[in-house]
């Protein structure tokens, strides 16, 4: 079982950098592949990026390629994203999730692929 906590949400103006966090609980992140969704209001939740298990393969939706990092130390069983250049249609509940695997692809953009979910943490861009 493993428990995610993600926290570094908050509001930024247009233009704006933010990073949020997830901390795991557990002594085998580094056997969990990691991934980044959001879901604004009246929407469907949507991928963002993921990452593999050692760190070494990442992947990111292409409306936030370029804008948008994420990395993860598994030594503080935490994974982050750094946003950068941040737009209002940033704005969403961001979700961090984990899925027990050495295996990294295309497939980690697909939610119904993790295992655990967080509770989100909100992000607002104002313009």
């Known amino acids: 079982q493993v428990q995610l906590v993600e926290s570094g949400g908050g509001l930024v103006q247009a233009g704006g950098s933010l990073s949020v966090s997830c901390a795991a609980s557990g002594r085998t992140f580094s056997s969990y592949a990691m991934g980044w969704f959001r879901q604004a209001p009246g929407k469907e939740r949507e991928f963002v990026a993921a990452i593999s298990g050692s760190g070494g393969w990442t992947y990111a939706a292409d409306s936030v390629k370029g804008r948008f990092t994420i990395s993860r130390d598994n030594v503080k069983n935490t994974v982050y994203l750094q946003m950068n250049s941040l737009k209002p249609e940033d704005t969403a509940v961001y979700y961090c999730?984990?899925?027990?695997?050495?295996?990294?692809?295309?497939?980690?953009?697909?939610?119904?692929?993790?295992?655990?979910w967080g509770q989100g943490t909100q992000v607002t861009v104002s313009s």
């Open positions: 999730a984990a899925k027990r695997t050495y295996y990294s692809g295309s497939y980690l953009r697909d939610q119904y692929a993790y295992d655990y």
